[in-house]
C-alpha cells in the first residue's frame, strides 16, 4: 500500500511563495501518478496539479503560471519511494486551503478528478493573508 506524509504547509502573505512536500512510499509498479488536491472553506475538493512517473505534468487552470510540480526520484533504483514538491509562487487569498497529496499506479491518461487517485495523504493547511 502506498502510504503518503505532506509538509511544508503555513502562513503566508498574499504575494508570497511556499512549497509544498509529499513523501509517497510503497509504490510497487514503475508506473504512478501522484496530485495535489486542495479544498478551501465551504467548497468542492479541487485538483491542482499533477505529474506521472515520466514526468508529464497537468494544472489547473487556476493555477497555470504560478505552480510548479515536480518530482525527485534521485535514487533511481528505489521506484518504491518518491518525494513529490508543489511550488506555489505568487500566492493569492484564494488559495487557501487544505492541500492533500494523492496518489495512484494505474496507467492512463493524466487527471485532475478525485477519483482517479486511490491513495491520499491527511492534508496540510495553506492560508494565504490578503
Known amino acids: 500500500e502506498v502510504h503518503i506524509v505532506e509538509s511544508g504547509g503555513g502562513l503566508v502573505q498574499s504575494g508570497g511563495s511556499l512549497r509544498l512536500s509529499c513523501a509517497a512510499s510503497g509504490f510497487r509498479f514503475s508506473y504512478y501518478s501522484v496530485a495535489w488536491f486542495r479544498q478551501a472553506p465551504g467548497k468542492e475538493l479541487e485538483g491542482v496539479a499533477c505529474?506521472?512517473?515520466?514526468?508529464?505534468?497537468?494544472?489547473?487552470?487556476?493555477?497555470k503560471g504560478r505552480f510548479t510540480i515536480s518530482g525527485d526520484n534521485a535514487n533511481s533504483s528505489d521506484n518504491a519511494k518518491n518525494m513529490l514538491y508543489l511550488q506555489m509562487n505568487s500566492l493569492k487569498p484564494e488559495d487557501t486551503g487544505v492541500y492533500f497529496c494523492a496518489a495512484d499506479e494505474t496507467w492512463g491518461p493524466l487527471s485532475l478528478s478525485r477519483g482517479a487517485y486511490v491513495y491520499w495523504g491527511q492534508g496540510i493547511q495553506v492560508t494565504v493573508s490578503s
Open positions: 505529474i506521472d512517473s515520466s514526468s508529464y505534468t497537468k494544472y489547473a487552470d487556476s493555477v
